[in-house]
């Protein structure tokens, strides 16, 4: 069987597409991966402002026209080519599925937000662990007490992703992945996370817990999840998302996102 990380992200789409569900972190090493989020038209230009005002965690990579299902970075179908889906209304989440097709309709607009697996590969490549990726789980993720700047109807939390990391191999992993702003940047916070409100990293809003080793201290990335926060805080009547860590697998290399 071919591991993960060397799928192309075609082949990754298929077995997606066929009933493979599990998180995407480590699939298709060397291609950006992306958050989904898909709302009606009539809500989409506010969502937009949205991500301009919190580029953070909201780095637009593409944003289709109205009805579309497929992305200039994404040479898939948006409905089924994900391992998860989540589909809310009026804010509230309604149920996880494998395949939207049946609810996508002809006035949804997604966007594709960039996503922290991206840097993922590199980071090892620089030697720096990932636990989540040796361990065969997904990232853990918070919901922070950091407010996101309010756009139209949107508002909601900063969600950050959490990445143990040696105190050594600190300002290597800052560094590297300050290098990606398109798929997050920087960590938004090094060290305590009561700081950011989290009480407990064994209990993530999202994802699965991660453990912080002696030595260790965690890390934390702005997550393309705050949308979805945001959608649960601002109540818009019908959206779909990805499932959290169930990403879509970009055709983009991840080195397009790289900036000296």
């Known amino acids: 069987m071919t591991p993960p990380a060397d799928l192309s992200p075609a082949r990754a789409r298929a077995l997606f597409r066929d009933g493979l569900r599990v998180p995407t972190s480590g699939y298709s090493a060397g291609y950006a991966q992306a958050n989904l989020i898909a709302l009606p038209r009539e809500a989409a230009f506010d969502l937009l402002l949205f991500a301009q005002r919190n580029p953070k965690p909201c780095p637009v990579l593409d ?5 579309e299902t497929s992305a200039s970075v994404f040479d898939g179908d948006l409905r089924t080519d994900l391992p998860a889906y989540r589909v809310y209304r009026d804010g509230e989440l309604v149920e996880e599925r494998t395949d939207v097709t049946d609810l996508w309709r002809e006035d949804l607009v997604a966007f594709l937000i960039g996503c922290s697996f991206t ?17 065969g789980g ?22 950050v992703s959490m990445r143990p990391v040696p105190a050594d191999r600190v300002a290597d992993a800052v560094r590297v992945t300050s290098r990606y702003p398109a798929v997050h940047g920087a ?12 009480e407990d990293l064994g209990r993530p809003d999202y994802g699965d817990p991660v453990e912080v080793r002696p030595g260790e201290i965690p890390l ?15 109540a818009p009547e019908f959206a779909i998302g990805h499932a959290p860590g169930h990403m879509a697998v970009t055709d983009v ?3 397009s996102y790289q900036v000296p």
């Open 220 to 234: 934390f990335w702005a997550c393309g999840v705050t949308p979805q926060a945001a959608v649960a805080a601002s």
């Open 119 to 135: 840097f993922e590969a590199p980071l090892l490549e620089a030697g720096v662990p990932v636990r989540h990726i040796e361990t």
């Open 63 to 67: 944003v289709t026209e109205p009805g």
């Open 138 to 159: 997904n990232v853990a993720m918070y919901t922070t007490n950091r407010m996101c700047r309010p756009a139209g109807r949107f508002r909601g939390p900063l969600v």
């Open 187 to 198: 960590p938004v916070h090094v060290g305590d996370p009561a700081a950011l409100g989290i």
């Open 253 to 255: 290399r991840d080195s």
